[in-house]
C-alpha cells in the first residue's frame, strides 16, 4: 500500500494533470474556430472551450482527492487497480488512465456504498485528512477482512467549524444520501429531512449528478435551485462551483416571478385568498371571460372589394378553438389564422393567388373584429380589474369560488386609477404568474430543485409545477419547519399540487450537523407540532446546550456572545423579530462588531443558515410573533452546530420547560 510520503507525491501529479488541462483548454481554443466547418459551429465550439476553460481557471483551492479505492481479486471490473477519488475528473499523462476519478462516475459510488458486510469488491478504502492544500494523514477500512471503524477523519470534517458559505459534502455522503444523490432524472423525489440531515447538500449534489450523467440533455433544458431567500442563497452558492457545475440556475421563487416591482403589502387574511389554489379558477374565468361570442360578420378590405366571414361559421372557430384549451395568447392567433383561412379558401374559389404578404395584410385586416371577440390580454390588466372588483352588472369570476368575506379580502380598498398605476404585492407577483401562463407557456426545466418547500403555498406550487411539466424535481423540506400561514402538513398533497403525485417520499432521519444535545431538545417540541414527522437522531456526540435566564436580555445576549469568542467559528443570535434592533444596538453599544463570524437576525430569517454557536434570544417572544410560532421556534433551536445558548427572562414555552 502507498504510504504518506507516497500520497503526497500523487498529490503533485494531480496538480501537474490540472495544469495541463488548463493548459490544453486554453489552446482549444485558440485553434477552435480553424477545425469548425461554418461559422456557425465555430461559434458553438468557440462557446464550449472557452466555458471549459474559465471553469477551469477558476478552480476552487482544495484538495485534488479525498478518498482512494483498491480493489480486490474479487471485483470482477477493477480487480487489481486502485483509484482516487475526487471532486473533478483529473486526466493522466499522455493520454494514460486518469489520475483523479470524478466522485459522481459510476466506480466511485463503491467509495460511498461498500462496508465490511458487502465489500463490492473493495479490498480497501482510504479517507484523507488535508489542512487546507496540504495532505496530513489517511485512514484505511480493509473491508475485504471485515475490517470498518468509525472514522476519526470522517467525524472531523463533518464536526469542522462552519465559517462561511456552505461546503459541499463529497468526502462525506453516507449511502442513504448517496441513493438519493443518484437517483434518476426521470425521478421526482420529495426529502424529508430533519434540521442538519444533509436534505440541502443532497439536493444540490444531485443538481451536480445529474449535470455529470445527463449533460446534453439537461444544458439544453436547464436545472434550477429554487431557495427560500437571498441570504440562504448566498450561502449555498459556492457548492456547485467547487463540484464544477456553474451553469446552473439559483434564485428564490419571487425573484424567479418578478415582473414587475414589489412595492406594496398584503395583510394575512388578503394574503391567505391569494396564496389558496382556488385562485386558478378565478383567474382563468377573469380571463377567459373576455371572450365574446361573435355577434356580427368580419369584413375585411382588399382594395376594392371586402370579404366577409359570418357569424355562424365565426362562432363555429371561436368554440373549437376554447375547446382546444390552448394558451390565451395562442387560441386567440388561431382564431385569426383560421378566419384568415376561411377568407383565402373564398379567394381561390374566385381564382385569387393568396400568397405570403397578402396572408398577412389579410390578418391585419381581421385584427378589429379580433380585438372584439377574442381581445389581447396582459397579466397586469387581467389582475387589476379582478382586484379592483366587479363592475356593475358585470359577472363577478369570484362568484362561487369565494365567500363574501374572500372577495373583500381580496378587492382593493381604493382601486388605483389604472394598472399601470397599480402596486404590486408579492402574493400578486404568483397571480400574475398564474395569467402569464394562461396566456403564454413559460419555460420549462429539465430538473428544478426547491428546497424549503414546505412553505410553499397552493400558487405557489403550480408556479413551480409549471416550469417542471416535462422535467422532473428533487423536493426538500421538513414539515415542522413549515412557517408560512399555508405551510404543507403532508407531503403526498404537496406533490399532487407540484404535479408529481407520484414522486417518492424518503425521510433522513440521521443529523449530521446538529449536535446530540440540540436536537434532544428540539424533539421536545415536535409532538406539539400539527405534522407528523419521524424525531431526530444525531450522529455527533459532541457539542454543548446552555439554558440561562437572565435578569436583562439585552445583557445575558452581550455576555453570551463575549463567550462565544473563545471559541472558533461563526455566531449567529437569533431574536424575535421585534427585538432584532434593540439587541444589535446593545452588542454595537458594547463595542461588538455585527460582521464577519457574528451575525444578529430575526427568527423569520434564519431558516436554512447555519452558525457555531447559535444564541436564541427569548423563546416565548419568538413563538408568540406568529401564528406558527412554535415551528419557528424549533427552526432556530436547530441551527447551532455546535453550541447552543438558549437566552431567556421570561418564562420557557410549556414544551420546553422541562430545560430551564
Not at 168 to 190: K, N, S, W
Not at 428 to 437: G, M, R, S, T
Not at 538 to 549: F, I, K, M, T, W
Not at 562 to 584: N, Q
Request: glycine share 8%.
Amino acid at each position: 500500500m502507498a504510504t504518506l510520503d507516497d500520497e503526497r507525491e500523487y498529490v503533485e501529479r494531480c496538480k501537474a494533470g490540472l495544469r495541463r488541462m488548463l493548459d490544453g483548454a486554453r489552446n482549444n481554443v485558440i485553434v477552435g474556430e480553424t477545425v469548425a466547418g461554418d461559422r456557425y459551429s465555430a461559434e458553438r465550439l468557440g462557446r464550449h472551450l472557452k466555458s471549459l476553460a474559465k471553469e477551469l481557471s477558476e478552480e476552487p483551492e482544495g484538495p485534488p482527492f479525498f478518498g482512494r479505492l483498491d480493489f480486490g481479486p474479487g471485483s470482477a471490473e477493477h480487480a487489481g487497480r486502485a483509484y482516487h477519488i475526487g471532486r473533478r475528473h483529473i486526466t493522466g499523462e499522455h493520454g494514460g488512465p486518469p489520475v483523479v476519478i470524478d466522485w459522481r462516475a459510476p466506480v466511485s459510488r463503491a467509495f460511498y456504498r461498500a462496508s465490511a458486510r458487502d465489500p463490492q469488491g473493495v479490498d480497501v478504502r482510504r479517507r484523507f485528512g488535508w489542512s487546507g492544500t496540504t495532505l496530513t494523514g489517511f485512514e484505511d477500512e480493509r473491508l475485504s477482512r471485515g475490517e470498518e471503524g468509525e472514522s476519526k477523519i470522517l467525524a472531523a470534517e463533518i464536526e469542522r467549524p462552519r465559517v462561511g458559505p456552505m461546503r459541499d459534502i463529497v468526502a462525506t455522503i453516507q449511502p442513504e444520501q448517496d441513493d438519493l444523490v443518484r437517483a434518476g432524472l426521470d425521478t421526482t423525489i420529495c426529502v424529508q429531512g430533519a434540521p442538519g440531515t444533509g436534505k440541502t447538500a443532497v439536493g444540490l449534489h444531485r443538481a451536480a449528478y445529474l449535470l455529470y450523467a445527463h449533460r446534453q440533455r439537461l444544458e439544453r433544458a436547464g436545472v434550477l435551485v429554487l431557495g427560500p431567500n437571498r441570504a440562504f442563497l448566498g450561502y449555498i452558492s459556492a457548492v456547485l462551483p467547487a463540484l464544477g457545475e456553474v451553469d446552473v440556475e439559483q434564485t428564490t421563487l419571487e425573484r424567479l416571478l418578478a415582473t414587475v416591482p414589489v412595492t406594496a403589502t398584503d395583510d394575512e387574511a388578503t394574503a391567505v385568498v391569494k396564496h389558496d389554489a382556488r385562485m386558478a379558477r378565478v383567474l382563468h374565468k377573469a380571463l377567459y371571460g373576455r371572450i365574446a361570442k361573435p355577434a356580427e360578420p368580419v369584413a375585411v378590405p382588399d382594395g376594392s372589394y371586402r370579404w366577409r366571414v359570418y357569424e355562424d361559421e365565426l362562432r363555429r372557430v371561436v368554440d373549437d378553438t376554447r375547446r382546444e384549451s390552448l394558451p390565451y395568447g395562442v387560441g386567440r392567433e388561431r382564431v385569426r389564422a383560421r378566419v384568415v383561412e376561411a377568407i383565402r379558401r373564398q379567394a381561390e374559389a374566385r381564382g385569387q393567388t393568396a400568397n405570403a404578404a397578402w396572408l398577412r395584410k389579410i390578418g391585419r385586416g381581421v385584427t378589429p373584429w379580433l380585438d372584439q371577440v377574442w381581445p389581447s390580454a396582459k397579466p397586469e390588466e387581467v389582475l387589476y380589474e379582478l382586484l379592483r372588483g366587479p363592475s356593475p352588472g358585470a359577472p363577478d369570476p369570484a362568484a362561487g369560488l369565494l365567500t363574501d368575506a374572500e372577495r373583500a379580502a381580496l378587492t382593493w380598498r381604493r382601486p388605483p386609477r389604472s394598472a399601470k398605476s397599480a402596486k404590486w404585492s408579492a402574493a400578486d407577483l404568483v397571480l400574475l404568474d398564474e395569467l402569464a401562463a394562461m396566456i403564454e407557456r413559460p419555460r420549462g426545466y429539465g430538473h428544478v430543485i426547491v428546497d424549503e418547500a414546505q412553505d410553499l403555498s397552493p400558487m405557489e406550487c403550480r408556479a413551480v409545477a409549471r416550469r417542471s411539466e416535462h422535467g422532473s424535481l428533487t423536493v426538500l423540506g421538513d414539515l415542522a419547519q413549515g412557517t408560512t400561514p399555508w405551510a404543507a402538513t403532508s407531503w403526498p398533497e404537496r406533490l399532487e399540487l407540484l404535479g408529481k403525485p407520484d414522486g417518492r417520499v424518503i425521510a433522513l432521519t440521521t443529523g449530521f450537523r446538529v449536535p446530540a444535545a440540540v436536537v434532544e431538545l428540539a424533539n421536545t417540541l415536535l409532538a406539539a407540532l400539527p405534522v407528523d414527522v419521524p424525531a431526530t437522531r444525531s450522529y455527533r456526540s459532541d457539542g454543548r446546550l446552555r439554558v440561562l435566564r437572565v435578569p436583562g436580555l439585552e445583557k445575558g445576549v452581550v455576555e453570551a456572545v463575549r463567550e462565544a469568542f473563545a471559541f472558533e467559528g461563526s455566531i449567529g443570535v437569533i431574536t424575535a423579530d421585534a427585538d432584532t434592533e434593540a439587541i444589535t444596538a446593545a452588542l454595537w453599544n458594547e463595542g461588538l462588531d455585527v460582521n464577519g463570524c457574528l451575525s444578529v437576525l430575526p427568527a423569520s430569517l434564519c431558516k436554512g443558515l447555519e452558525y457555531d454557536h447559535v444564541i436564541v434570544a427569548e423563546p416565548a417572544a419568538i413563538v408568540e410573533a406568529e401564528r406558527r410560532g412554535l415551528n419557528r421556534l424549533y427552526v432556530a433551536l436547530t441551527r447551532a452546530v455546535s453550541r447552543l445558548d438558549v437566552i431567556h427572562t421570561r418564562p420557557l414555552p410549556p414544551q420546553l420547560a422541562h430545560a430551564s
